[in-house]
T-cell receptor, first 114, second 114 residues
Framework: KQEVTQIPAALSVPEGENLVLNCSFT??????LQWFRQDPGKGLTSLLL?????REQTSGRLNASLDKSSGRSTLYIAASQPGDSATYLC?????????????FGRGTQLTVWP | SAVISQKPSRDICQRGTSLTIQCQVD?????MFWYRQQPGQSLTLIAT?????????ESGFVIDKFPISRPNLTFSTLTVSNMSPEDSSIYLC???????????FGPGTRLTVT
């Protein structure tokens, strides 16, 4: 069974810092990997999707990389802002009979203070 | 992309009762998923609901407790039956679109069982 781990569990930084959030997974036979943002009491917002054949994706100040062979992904946030405060979830997409099914990590709770 | 709505957004229910959660998508999708997020935890898949077939449940979840309907390609319901305080969670539906299998989530239903 796929297991997804996110480090650190929580992170508190001053505004303007560049951040790296880490995600690791145990089974490299994945279809894709998605990073989500979750605000308190809300649903999930998709940030970046990386297909298994890709190495990285970028959107604005966000950059996600994927090293499938080592079972790792990182989410890089440049020039962090207080509005980035949220929980960031990494999810790995199943490749097998349940294509589309996601396995989630427990998230990194990010606080960016002014 | 897909826009997903859920009803109700939140509810407080008494032990032993049942609640049906509705999920509506703004476009036709094949695969819909129901997840549970218990307090302080990450997301756990309850079942996959494909139109025209029975829902597929994950280990630890049974149809008698979480019956699912999928009458068409834009709508699904999840019922939480004979509720106990341990069922207090956020319940989220999601869909995948296109060949990338990018997943989109509804805003969630926050359930409290007293």
């Amino acid at each position: 069974k796929q297991e997804v781990t996110q480090i650190p569990a929580a992170l508190s930084v001053p505004e303007g810092e560049n951040l790296v959030l880490n995600c690791s997974f145990t089974d490299s036979a994945i279809y894709n990997l998605q990073w989500f943002r979750q605000d308190p009491g809300k649903g999930l917002t998709s940030l970046l999707l990386i297909q298994s054949s890709q190495r990285e994706q970028t959107s604005g100040r966000l950059n996600a990389s994927l090293d499938k062979s080592s079972g790792r992904s990182t989410l890089y946030i440049a020039a962090s802002q207080p509005g980035d405060s949220a929980t960031y979830l990494c999810a790995v997409g199943d490749r097998g009979s349940t294509l589309g099914r996601l396995y989630f990590g427990r998230g990194t709770q990010l606080t960016v203070w002014p | 992309s897909a826009v997903i709505s859920q009803k109700p957004s939140r509810d407080i229910c008494q032990r032993g009762t049942s609640l049906t959660i509705q999920c509506q998508v703004d476009s036709q999708v094949t695969m819909m998923f129901w997840y549970r997020q218990q307090p302080g935890q990450s997301l756990t898949l309850i079942a996959t609901a494909n139109q025209g077939s029975e829902a597929t449940y994950e280990s630890g979840f049974v149809i008698d407790k979480f019956p699912i309907s999928r009458p068409n390609l834009t709508f699904s319901t999840l019922t939480v039956s004979n509720m106990s305080p341990e069922d207090s969670s956020i319940y989220l539906c999601s869909v995948t679109t296109g060949i990338t299998y990018e997943q989109y989530f509804g805003p969630g239903t926050r359930l409290t069982v007293t």
